[in-house]
Nanobody, 128 residues
Framework: VQLQASGGGWVQPGGSLRLSCAGSGFNLDDYAIGWFRQAPGKEREEVSW????????YYLNSVKGRFTILRDYARNTVYLQMNSLKSEDMAIYYC??????????????????????WGQGTLVTVSS
């Protein structure tokens, strides 16, 4: 059972990246899937979540309108499309899987201590 995060890299301010979170050994549609990020010297923050059926999503206020979380059920993958990237988006991004009932209990933002599966981080660098 594994989550594989990928897609990070370097981009100039205003650019776009798409992060991928692929499931191996289990079905992502049995879980709520989210993305956290942590920048150097800062606390980890929740960026976005999608419910198991994709009908409910959450976005951190600072990324609303710029980031979109999407499910590809055929590929067992969840994407985070990031547009209009800013320097403050620079961080290591982690994908996470949480039980559906906990996603509901925590109103769409399950905290780190209830996460069942973590992906490894992928680094996003935004600079000119």
């Amino acid at each position: 059972v594994q989550l594989q995060a990928s897609g990070g890299g370097w981009v100039q301010p205003g650019g776009s990246l798409r992060l991928s979170c692929a499931g191996s050994g289990f079905n992502l549609d049995d879980y709520a899937i989210g993305w956290f990020r942590q920048a150097p010297g800062k606390e980890r923050e929740e960026v976005s979540w999608t419910s198991n059926r994709g009908e409910t999503t959450y976005y951190l206020n600072s990324v609303k309108g710029r980031f979109t979380i999407l499910r590809d059920y055929a590929r067992n993958t969840v994407y985070l499309q990031m547009n209009s990237l800013k320097s403050e988006d620079m961080a290591i991004y982690y994908c996470a899987a949480a039980a559906v009932e906990l996603f509901r209990t925590y109103a769409g933002t399950p905290p780190p201590h209830v996460i069942e599966h973590w992906g490894q981080g992928t680094l996003v660098t935004v600079s000119s």
